[in-house]
Structures are given as structure tokens and as C-alpha cells.
């Protein structure tokens, strides 16, 4: 709490020996660290013993669960200094809330270097079976690749980032069951849902399960994500999902595809708390990995009408998406149609902000290869670019 924090600010004789009480009043597993010295997981409502040795110089303390430092769970432990002041002492200095330093980032020839091997993640999209969806997904944390050469630790919903595409239809009920596997508190909110926050939303523990169930009143491409704080950690980590529920009225296409576009944050252990609070973001990417659909393109042929659903995660920039050589006949955005099999006209871009989302579709008349981009172009630079390989 707070008033621990203060309490524990305070100015002692170099040599003192340093023994804290930690006393975990939140609703969160916390921890603390003092020097070499830790805690290790403390359950909400319990107390601890620290003992942090003797202490030389000035050291920090801090929560070392992902985020909880950057969010102001740090204090300092100073030393007096000698009274003749001709003795420095080499601890560390509290944090001054600058961002960390970037990880080494993957260039544009390496991200687009030939890669056997590599697999995309699938885009295409499943119809929907049923009225009632009921899944069973763990919340881990597991390394994984998130741009060549660049492995790190990822925070996902059933092993995988995006989490899994749900879809469904006005009137249909979705009861997830989700089990945190982890080891830090995580949650879930879906935005199709209007449902108690309080019940549905809260942040379980490691070894904790939680049902969410929610009835589709409306259609759209709704986020769904960890809602645990920080949020935009637990989102640049990969906790983020889309569920699909169709208009009552959508017509019938060749094929339909699902893109979720989102920043990527690298790091050490993941992505970088101070680097995502302040924004600094590394590469974009659609659906997890950078220039993916470069890789490995979408196919479609001639005559094909294709449907993309589009979904912009954040957690920060807008996504402008744009088909080069290409002109949308129907766009669909958060919950009404721009326009509908137009044919004197058209849309050349889908603008979203974070959290905002809907489809476009689109007939390919010639063979080629029609490349899809964020039109926000350093984005699109930065990794959100991929294409569609049309054949006869």
C-alpha cells in the first residue's frame, strides 16, 4: 500500500542490518525485493519475513511481478552518507521512470529473409456451429518467437497469441471457463458481453478458474483481452482475442480471413513495462508476427469476393487498412455498413482506433499479388504488411 511505501522510505547507517515485515493487504499476489534478497510470492493477506542483510549502500526495493514496478511499487532504501562526504556510495538510484532500453529489433531484410520452416498463423476464419459456445482455455506464460531471431516470454490465452477466434450469432451464448495456469494474476474481458465487470472481470490467481458467460445481443468484431492491470502489458503480451458475431443480414462470400492488428513490444522477459507505458513500441504486426503474410500470403482466385474482418488492438495506434490495387465494395464498421455491394464507388481505406473494429470485401478481377498494409506507412514498415496471391 501506500502508506507501507512511505514507511519504508527512509534513511539508515551504512552497515545497518535490514529486516522488513511484508504484509500483503492487496487483492493481488505481490512479492518484494531487496537486493539479492526476495520474498518470492506472497498470497494476498499474508505476511512475510525479508531478510535483506546488511546493508552498505543504497538499494532499491520493488514488486517483481511483470508491471507492478513501473506502476509505482518501488521504493528506496538510502544510506546515510558520511559526514566528511569523501565516500560515494555505488547503489542504485531511484528509478527516474524513464523508459528501459530497446531490445536489439530485427531490420526489414531480416524480417524478410526466406525462413524454411516457418509457419503462419492461420487467418481464415471458421463458420458458426451452434448456439451455445463453451470453451475451457488456460492463461500462460511460455516463450515463443515474436519477430526472427527474437524469442521472449509471452502471456497467452490457450497457448496462443491472438488467443482463440470465437464466433457466433445474435442470440447465441458463450460460456468460457478460463484457468489461470500462469504465474501472476490475470482476467478476461469480452466486449460482445454486458455483464458485471465486478464477477466476470476480476483477476484470479495462479491455480484459479473462472466461468464467464455472456448472451450476443449485438453484432460485430469485439476485442477480447486481459483486463488485469497494467492492461496494456498484459495486451502488448499477447492477452487479446476477437470474437465474430455475425449480422443478421451478411451475405454468403468465397472466403473470410480475421487480421488483429497490434504494436509489439520486445524485451528481456517479455515486453518491456516502462518501454509500454511510455509507448515505445519495436515492430507492428498483424496477428502476432511481424510481415507473417509476406511469408506465407493468403491465397484467393480470380472472381473470388474475399471478406476480411479487422480488428485494431492497440494498445496505442490507429490502423488505416488498405489493399493496393484493390477498392472495397462494402465496409462494415463498428456496427453499421459505409457502404454495401457499391459499384460506382468504394472505400480505399478502414480508419480504426484501439478497440474499434469491422470487415471489408472485395472481388479480385486480374491475377497478381495485392499487398495489404497498415496505410499509417511506418507501421506498415515496422511489420503490418502482408498479401493476398491471386491466381486463374
Same mark, same amino acid.
Given at each position: 500500500?501506500?502508506?507501507?511505501?512511505?514507511?519504508?522510505?527512509?534513511?539508515?547507517?551504512?552497515?545497518?542490518?535490514?529486516?522488513?515485515?511484508?504484509?500483503?493487504?492487496?487483492?493481488?499476489?505481490?512479492?518484494?525485493?531487496?537486493?539479492?534478497?526476495?520474498?518470492?510470492?506472497?498470497?494476498?493477506?499474508?505476511?512475510?519475513?525479508?531478510?535483506?542483510?546488511?546493508?552498505?549502500?543504497?538499494?532499491?526495493?520493488?514488486?517483481?511481478?511483470?508491471?507492478?514496478?513501473?506502476?509505482?511499487?518501488?521504493?528506496?532504501?538510502?544510506?546515510?552518507?558520511?559526514?566528511?562526504?569523501?565516500?560515494?556510495?555505488?547503489?542504485?538510484?531511484?528509478?527516474?521512470?524513464?523508459?528501459?532500453?530497446?531490445?536489439?529489433?530485427?531490420?526489414? &531484410?531480416?524480417? *524478410?529473409?526466406?525462413?524454411?520452416?516457418? /509457419?503462419?498463423? #492461420?487467418?481464415?476464419?471458421?463458420? +458458426? @456451429?451452434?448456439? =451455445?459456445?463453451?470453451?475451457?482455455?488456460?492463461?500462460?506464460?511460455?516463450?515463443?518467437?515474436?519477430?526472427?531471431?527474437?524469442?521472449?516470454?509471452?502471456?497467452?490465452?490457450?497457448?496462443?497469441?491472438?488467443?482463440?477466434?470465437?464466433?457466433?450469432?445474435?442470440?447465441?451464448?458463450?460460456?468460457?471457463?478460463?484457468?489461470?495456469?500462469?504465474?501472476?494474476?490475470?482476467?478476461?474481458?469480452?466486449?460482445?458481453?454486458?455483464?458485471?465487470?465486478?464477477?466476470?472481470?476480476?483477476?484470479?490467481?495462479?491455480?484459479?478458474?473462472?466461468?464467464?458467460?455472456?448472451?450476443?445481443?449485438?453484432?460485430?468484431?469485439?476485442?477480447?483481452?486481459?483486463?488485469?492491470?497494467?492492461?496494456?502489458?498484459?495486451? &502488448?503480451?499477447? *492477452?487479446?482475442?476477437?470474437?465474430?458475431? /455475425?449480422?443478421? #443480414?451478411?451475405?454468403?462470400?468465397? +472466403? @473470410?480471413?480475421? =487480421?488483429?492488428?497490434?504494436?509489439?513490444?520486445?524485451?528481456?522477459?517479455?515486453?518491456?513495462?516502462?518501454?509500454?507505458?511510455?509507448?515505445?513500441?519495436?515492430?507492428?504486426?498483424?496477428?502476432?508476427?511481424?510481415?507473417?503474410?509476406?511469408?506465407?500470403?493468403?491465397?484467393?482466385?480470380?472472381?473470388?469476393?474475399?471478406?476480411?474482418?479487422?480488428?485494431?488492438?492497440?494498445?496505442?495506434?490507429?490502423?488505416?487498412?488498405?489493399?493496393?490495387?484493390?477498392?472495397?465494395?462494402?465496409?462494415?464498421?463498428?456496427?453499421?455498413?459505409?457502404?454495401?455491394?457499391?459499384?460506382?464507388?468504394?472505400?480505399?481505406?478502414?480508419?480504426?482506433?484501439?478497440?474499434?473494429?469491422?470487415?471489408?470485401?472485395?472481388?479480385?478481377?486480374?491475377?497478381?499479388?495485392?499487398?495489404?498494409?497498415?496505410?499509417?506507412?511506418?507501421?506498415?514498415?515496422?511489420?503490418?504488411?502482408?498479401?493476398?496471391?491471386?491466381?486463374?
Amino acid at each position: 500500500s501506500r502508506r507501507q511505501r512511505q514507511m519504508c522510505i527512509r534513511d539508515r547507517a551504512a552497515g545497518s542490518h535490514l529486516v522488513v515485515n511484508f504484509h500483503n493487504t492487496g487483492d493481488q499476489v505481490h512479492d518484494l525485493k531487496i537486493g539479492r534478497e526476495e520474498t518470492g510470492r506472497v498470497e494476498p493477506g499474508e505476511t512475510v519475513q525479508l531478510d535483506a542483510g546488511i546493508i552498505d549502500e543504497s538499494v532499491e526495493g520493488y514488486c517483481t511481478i511483470a508491471g507492478h514496478k513501473m506502476q509505482g511499487m518501488t521504493f528506496m532504501v538510502n544510506v546515510d552518507e558520511p559526514a566528511s562526504g569523501d565516500h560515494e556510495h555505488a547503489g542504485a538510484s531511484p528509478s527516474t521512470g524513464s523508459a528501459g532500453a530497446p531490445a536489439t529489433v530485427p531490420s526489414a &531484410a531480416e524480417r *524478410m529473409a526466406a525462413r524454411e520452416g516457418f /509457419d503462419a498463423v #492461420d487467418a481464415s476464419l471458421a463458420t +458458426a @456451429e451452434g448456439d =451455445l459456445h463453451e470453451e475451457t482455455w488456460v492463461m500462460t506464460e511460455e516463450e515463443a518467437e515474436v519477430a526472427p531471431g527474437v524469442r521472449q516470454t509471452r502471456w497467452l490465452f490457450n497457448g496462443q497469441a491472438p488467443g482463440p477466434t470465437l464466433r457466433g450469432k445474435v442470440g447465441d451464448t458463450f460460456r468460457i471457463t478460463i484457468k489461470n495456469e500462469g504465474s501472476m494474476g490475470h482476467s478476461v474481458d469480452f466486449h460482445a458481453g454486458e455483464v458485471n465487470p465486478d464477477k466476470n472481470m476480476k483477476t484470479i490467481q495462479p491455480g484459479e478458474s473462472l466461468t464467464y458467460e455472456f448472451e450476443a445481443h449485438r453484432a460485430g468484431i469485439w476485442m477480447y483481452h486481459c483486463s488485469t492491470m497494467p492492461m496494456s502489458l498484459h495486451i &502488448a503480451n499477447g *492477452m487479446f482475442g476477437a470474437v465474430v458475431i /455475425d449480422p443478421p #443480414d451478411l451475405t454468403p462470400v468465397d +472466403a @473470410e480471413y480475421v =487480421l488483429l492488428s497490434h504494436e509489439v513490444f520486445l524485451g528481456e522477459d517479455g515486453a518491456d513495462p516502462e518501454r509500454v507505458a511510455a509507448g515505445l513500441y519495436d515492430l507492428t504486426a498483424f496477428n502476432g508476427y511481424p510481415n507473417q503474410y509476406q511469408h506465407r500470403p493468403i491465397p484467393a482466385r480470380v472472381g473470388d469476393t474475399v471478406r476480411v474482418w479487422i480488428f485494431n488492438v492497440g494498445p496505442d495506434n490507429p490502423l488505416s487498412f488498405h489493399v493496393v490495387g484493390e477498392i472495397f465494395d462494402t465496409v462494415f464498421k463498428e456496427g453499421q455498413y459505409q457502404i454495401r455491394n457499391a459499384t460506382d464507388t468504394g472505400s480505399q481505406a478502414l480508419g480504426l482506433l484501439a478497440a474499434q473494429g469491422g470487415f471489408v470485401e472485395m472481388t479480385f478481377d486480374e491475377p497478381g499479388t495485392y499487398t495489404f498494409v497498415n496505410h499509417q506507412m511506418t507501421d506498415a514498415e515496422k511489420g503490418q504488411r502482408g498479401q493476398f496471391v491471386v491466381t486463374p
